[in-house]
């Protein structure tokens, strides 16, 4: 009788830790995508504050401006300017992203 006991816990010991890998082989890529996902979505928030205090910085709008910001070894390029419709946009442009706001 024991043999066969034996035999059952081995089995389930080797059916948990296939399961286990099968389960972290699954998981881990979904985990580091979550991750890159939301060190972009970090960056992308850090530079909509800063367009926002430069176009903060200056109201009222006359003239076009640009400027260099660095913030946590990322080079941040803010710039306003008038587009083809003669309106006002800000942009943002960083690490070969871009956001514009009209």
């Not at 972290?24 to 530079?47: E, R, S, T, W």
């Not at 504050?49 to 903060?56: A, D, G, K, P, T």
């Amino acid at each position: 009788m024991r043999n066969n006991e034996d035999g059952f816990t081995m089995v389930e010991g080797l059916l948990s830790l296939s399961i286990a890998i099968i389960i972290c082989v699954l998981l881990f890529p979904l985990l580091f995508k979550m991750l890159l996902n939301l060190i972009d979505g970090k960056n992308d928030l850090i530079a909509s504050r800063l367009l926002y205090e430069h176009v903060e910085q200056q109201l009222p709008i006359k003239a076009p401006s640009y400027e260099i910001r660095t913030f946590r070894n990322i080079q941040y390029e803010l710039s306003i300017e008038k587009n083809a419709n003669d309106f006002w946009r800000a942009c943002v442009k960083y690490a070969e992203r871009q956001i514009c706001h009209e």
